[in-house]
């Protein structure tokens, strides 16, 4: 059981450059989510889908965009890459809004 | 989740004895609270949860309390092994919003 699997693991952008993240949970679970985590910070809500076709901003949405493809994917989309977005970026899934999280292993992301 | 600024609190706690971890939050309609555990390079692990109409929940070697009149929340490890060294952290979560997460407290097992 795979759990939430994110790719790629690593990824160096150049600024302005725009890539996706990839999400993919096989636990049927009806709500995914997407965090940056900084140093000495906590983990901060980008975008979430809180069931299948739909989406919401969270926290930090600005310079991100997200589309959740079907039950199982949903990933993350950097337009223009700015070094601001340098962090850890983390999917997340959970059967319910009041339910644990399962995460992804994370990619962490650099734009110099 | 309380935001404590850039640097993470460290406890360092030698191998054998217990380890008690805080974590205040901010929110009084705060209702459901997770604790994870996150190791060097992976992702946040569910630990334990509590709901806020309990003040005390026992796992396997891991107990959480809340104090609702203080807000705050604490996990405590019996027999702190090497394994348990990792940035923990607490979540909550209040009716119709999201999770919001604590910035961790680093525990570091002594031999």
């Known amino acids: 059981n795979a759990g939430v699997t994110q790719t790629p693991k690593f990824q160096v952008l150049k600024t302005g450059q725009s890539m996706t993240l990839q999400c993919a949970q096989d636990m049927n679970h009806n709500s995914m989510y997407w965090y940056r985590q900084d140093p000495g910070m906590g983990l901060r809500l980008i975008y979430y889908?809180?069931?299948?076709?739909?989406?919401d901003k969270g926290e930090v949405p600005n310079g991100y965009n997200v589309s959740r493809l079907n039950k199982r994917e949903f990933s993350l989309r950097l337009e223009s890459a700015a070094p601001s977005q340098t962090s850890v970026y983390f999917c997340a899934s959970s059967e319910g809004p009041r339910r644990g999280y399962t995460f992804g292993s994370g990619t962490r992301l650099t734009v110099v | 989740g309380e935001s404590v600024g850039l640097h993470l609190p460290t406890l360092s706690v030698q191998e054998g004895d217990n380890s008690i971890i805080n974590c205040a939050y901010s929110?009084?309609?705060?209702?459901?609270f997770i604790w994870y555990k996150q190791e060097s390079g992976k992702g946040p692990q569910f630990i334990i949860d509590i709901r806020s109409n309990m003040d005390k929940r026992q796992g396997q070697r891991v107990t959480v309390l809340l104090n609702k009149t203080v807000k705050h929340l604490s996990l405590q490890i019996a027999a702190t092994q090497p394994g348990d060294s990792a940035v923990y952290f607490c979540a909550d979560h209040n009716y119709g919003q999201n999770f919001v997460f604590g910035p961790g407290t680093r525990l570091s097992v002594l031999p």
């Open positions: 929110n009084s309609a705060s209702d459901y």
């Open positions: 889908s809180a069931s299948e076709g739909t989406t």
